[in-house]
């Protein structure tokens, strides 16, 4: 367990999180390729290599979170775009809901908590229970 | 925009992903290509068009190889995933249709346990007569390499000839006393082939 060891953390991470990151940024609305890897390019650590995102935007179309449809361009051939499926935005926010309660957990034993935050649990901010009940159903979906 | 998809360096990427992408299905392979291209017509207007932006551009998509292994890899995992024995693993729904069939480098139906077996079979037979063929047939049961259907037929070669002598002995038994007893034309019939076997002290 030297610097090996721990530079694997990272990409073990990365690859949890990383499908989530592509489904919250299709969130508001449907994007096409290159303008959904230049945002995630824009967050530190999380795109290795930009090409790989295709690969995993065709496993979440197989997953039946995400869905491709075709747009006309302002210049050029149209072009794909990809769009969150109601499952895919069920399985977001149970993950927003998995991801907090297990970034508070690592925090709460890492002591790398926010000096803010109330120890106890997150502060409340009201949506955080609310799809626990009627999502409790995808259990059955993709979870790093 | 001056630069596009006929760039050399650009041309040559895209050449060395389809010829990655041959591993992945008809259907994925053509489709993966028509998005990097996509990718790299919006790129390349981005970047404005000169040799810099093009490496640029390339350099960030990463190597054709890795595209190609990312798209395998998470087809195995993902099936992995969906796979009935594995334990506590979530069910992935819509399982992946094109995971590459590992196939397994076909092992040689000899070792030296196989040898060993077929040798005490044979030699063993004369040699240690009893034990020999027990032990070999043993062994054929152990054998990882042989199929079931093989062992089954090496066992009953095995066992052939014991059960041939066994069944002669049986019917010289049955028949010696049998026709002795038919001459008789009396009334002892089969009982009296079981008490004429016995009594012989």
Known sequence: MGAAGARQVLP??????????????????PRYGFDLVRELSEA????????????????????????????ESDAGPPRRYYALTTDGRSALERFVVDWR???????????????????????????????????????????? | MSVGLDHPEVARFLGRLDAAAAVL????????VAELREHLRDALAATGGDEAGVRQALDRLGDPADIVAAETEGAVTAATAAGEAAPGAPAVSGSVPWRPVPT???????????????????????????????VGIVLVWVSVRWTRRE?????ALTLLPAVVVAFAALAVLVVVPVTSSTTFDGPAPSPVVVTTAVPAP
Not at chain 1, 14 to 29: N, P, S, W
Not at chain 1, 107 to 132: F, I, K, M, N, Y
Not at chain 2, 25 to 32: M, T
């Open chain 1, 44 to 71: 530190e650590g999380l795109l290795t290599s930009e090409g790989t995102i295709y690969p995993l935007l065709s496993r979440l179309r197989k997953d039946g979170l995400v869905t491709t449809t075709w747009q």
């Open chain 1, 12 to 29: 073990q991470l990365r690859r949890g999180a990383l499908e989530y990151c592509v489904l919250a940024l299709l969130r508001a609305a």
């Open chain 2, 104 to 134: 397994a480098p076909p092992a040689s139906a000899w070792g030296g346990l196989e040898l060993a077996a077929v040798l005490l079979l044979t030699v063993g037979m004369v040699v240690v007569p009893v034990v020999g063929p027990l």
């Open chain 2, 25 to 32: 299905p008809a259907g994925r392979r053509e489709e993966l």
């Open chain 2, 151 to 155: 062992k089954v037929v090496a066992t």
């Open chain 1, 101 to 144: 309660r297990f970034r508070d957990g690592v925090d709460r034993v890492l002591g790398t908590a926010p000096e803010g935050s109330v120890r106890p649990g997150p502060p409340a901010r009201g949506a955080a229970g609310a799809p626990d009940g009627p999502v409790a159903f995808e259990g059955s979906r993709r979870c790093p």
